[in-house]
């Protein structure tokens, strides 16, 4: 069963960056079939997707956040990573990491999330 | 973007009764080249991630259960429980994936009545 755990600090200082790694287990990120995406949930919000990556290291990246985001993936390690510069308090949220699924039609990218991992609380405060 | 727009924001139903989550995107997500809406729901129990419930709009995942049902095309979807069990307390969103940035719903949230 494929699981997903994210990890890292749970507590960033404003102008700084925010580094989170997700650990895929149960199966490996060398996948053809899937992307692996970032998604966070302010307290008490909804969801907003931060970012996906495939294997080979192509990324998608909202617009939204592109300019201070990087993505990035480790095959030997089963994992993939998140950094998000500059961050003030509007990057409070809960981080989640899932498997971003493909269409599996020719031309196309990828569509649904899952499983997703627990999530973890990044709160950013001096 | 694709803004979606859930509505109700809340809705209580009794155990055993039918719930209906409604979802409206400010665009088509249907692809008339696959003839399929690209819309997934899913649900969010208190202090859990989110569970992927359906996608193409109307397939529902593996070990979901059948008193989950998706339908709708183009720009407006419904989700419906056809028999509320306690354990659908939860909130549910939409999120489309015909286009990025993939977006989600604000999400409603289901409560017993």
């Known amino acids: 069963q494929l699981q997903l755990q994210e990890s890292g600090p749970g507590l960033v200082k404003p102008s700084e960056t925010l580094s989170l790694t997700c650990t895929v287990s149960g199966g490996s990120i060398s996948s053809s079939s899937y992307y692996w995406g970032w998604i966070r949930q302010p307290p008490g919000k909804g969801l907003e997707w931060i970012g996906s990556i495939f294997y080979s290291g192509s990324t998608d990246y909202s617009p939204s956040l592109k300019s201070r985001l990087t993505v990035s993936v480790d095959t030997s390690r089963n994992q993939f990573s998140l950094r998000l510069s500059s961050v003030t308090a509007a990057d409070t949220a809960v981080y989640f990491c899932?498997?971003?699924?493909?269409?599996?039609?020719?031309?196309?990218?990828?569509?649904?999330?899952?499983?997703w991992g627990q999530g973890t609380l990044v709160t950013v405060s001096s | 973007d694709i803004v979606m727009t859930q509505s109700p924001d809340s809705l209580a139903v009794s155990l055993g009764e039918r719930a209906t989550i409604n979802c409206k995107s400010s665009q088509s997500v249907f692809s008339s080249s696959t003839n399929k809406n690209y819309l997934a729901w899913y649900q969010q129990r208190p202090g859990q991630p989110p569970n992927l419930l359906i996608y193409?709009?109307?397939t529902r995942e593996s070990g979901v259960p059948d008193r989950f049902s998706g339908s709708g095309s183009g720009t407006d979807f419904t989700l419906t429980i056809s028999s509320l069990q306690a354990e659908d307390v939860a909130v549910y969103y939409c999120?489309?994936?015909?286009?990025?940035?993939?977006?989600f719903g604000q999400g409603t949230k289901l409560e017993i009545k």
């Open positions: 193409w709009a109307s």
């Open positions: 899932a498997r971003h699924v493909m269409t599996m039609i020719r031309g196309e990218g990828p569509a649904w999330f899952g499983p």
């Open positions: 999120q489309q994936y015909l286009s990025t940035p993939f977006t």
